[in-house]
């Protein structure tokens, strides 16, 4: 396994030699933690309301900011969105072992609070969450949803049972972990490549390799397909604590959607979130198919929830990650999610008891 991290890393190091590196927007860094680092992009105390963006704690956070043309940040900086980016750490040997608590509770709480503290009082937040990073926001929000104004989820899992679960529902509910190693250490990221490849190769293998080809005709689509790669490359390894209890907690008893899962000492569910949802979703998605989000959605107790499709794209190498780095997305998409956030976070804070809205 440390071979294959090798060859990963001198890969990827090859890759930014070639100037295939991530092409990011400067920042400050507002606040530093054992699991985690927060980047500010906007002055301090800036007016407007506060977007921070939650990747997953796999992969590193410059997908968000990939290169200008398909960046994130830029598009809400130019909304006039105050942007925060939140950037996992690798768990090392003088952390302490990390779970979803740890990760959502209080990382993610501390995170929260610190763009809080650097605007205006009382100036309203809006959640982004990539993949697994949306589910953790989505806990944040369930335990704090005076914090938290309005949640965009963006192809993130909320329920794991069946067709929820997607390609690595079975594989992952049946993963025997070794207690001692898994929950003390951490697992390198190789070693989560090679489950998500075996379990499903047609998407984290042939894909990647599909695309490569139809990129080749479009120069722009091909530097943009070889940034992806690259960023792949890029591995975070994963806290075994927090692998376990995501395979414990999520995949194997669908503890989230069926409101059962416990964080602190409180119950986590559909009915603990009472803000704003939008749900980004590929209908074609076999990773994160719309029936791993649409359930938790029907029985959330917000009234005001909405659901954007995109579609496949030449030159983003991994369709998980399309909604974040397609110039497709970047031209039609994020308009729309970020006019459904100027919409929300603009307005008083409420819970609406009328019809469920649909908007988009």
Do not use: N
Not at 67 to 79: D, Q, T, Y
Not at 87 to 95: H, M, N, T
Not at 110 to 134: E, I, K, T
Not at 234 to 252: C, F, I, K, M, P
């Amino acid at each position: 396994m440390r071979a294959a991290d090798h060859a990963r890393r001198l890969t990827g190091a090859w890759l930014e030699a070639l100037g295939l590196g991530p092409r990011s927007t400067p920042a400050r860094v507002l606040h530093a933690a054992p699991l985690f680092d927060l980047l500010a992009f906007a002055a301090p105390h800036a007016p407007g309301p506060a977007l921070l963006l939650v990747p997953a704690p796999i992969k590193r956070a410059y997908i968000w900011d990939l290169a200008p043309a398909v960046s994130v940040v830029r598009r809400a900086l130019e909304r006039a969105f105050r942007v925060y980016l939140l950037r996992w750490a690798e768990p090392g040997p003088r952390v302490a072992p990390a779970g979803l608590a740890e990760y959502t509770a209080g990382a993610l709480g501390a995170a929260v609070a610190a763009v809080a503290r650097d605007g205006p009082r009382g100036a309203a937040l809006g959640l982004v969450g990539h993949s697994l990073g949306g589910t953790l926001a989505t806990i944040l929000t369930a335990l704090h949803p005076d914090r938290v104004a309005a949640l965009v989820l963006v192809e993130a899992p909320l329920c794991f049972a069946g067709a929820g679960g997607g390609a690595l529902g079975p594989v992952l509910a049946a993963l025997r972990l070794d207690a001692l190693a898994c929950r003390a250490g951490a697992i390198p990221g190789t070693a989560l490549d090679w489950v998500a490849a075996s379990a499903a190769p047609e998407l984290f293998v042939w894909a990647r390799w599909a695309d490569r080809f139809a990129s080749a005709a479009d120069p722009a689509a091909w530097l943009l397909h070889h940034r992806v790669e690259r960023w792949l490359l890029d591995e975070v390894a994963l806290s075994g604590r927090l692998l376990a209890d995501v395979v414990e907690q999520l995949y194997r008893t669908d503890a989230l959607r069926r409101g059962t899962l416990t964080i602190g000492g409180r119950r986590i569910g559909p009915d603990r979130v009472p803000v704003p949802v939008l749900a980004v979703v590929d209908p074609v998605s076999r990773l994160v198919p719309p029936a791993a989000v649409l359930p938790f959605l029907a029985a959330a107790r917000t009234r005001d929830t909405a659901l954007l499709a995109h579609p496949a794209e030449v030159g983003t190498a991994l369709p998980h990650v399309t909604a974040l780095v397609g110039r497709r997305a970047h031209q039609a998409l994020w308009p729309q999610i970020l006019d459904w956030l100027e919409a929300r976070l603009a307005r008083p804070a409420r819970r609406p008891t009328g019809a469920r809205a649909r908007a988009a």
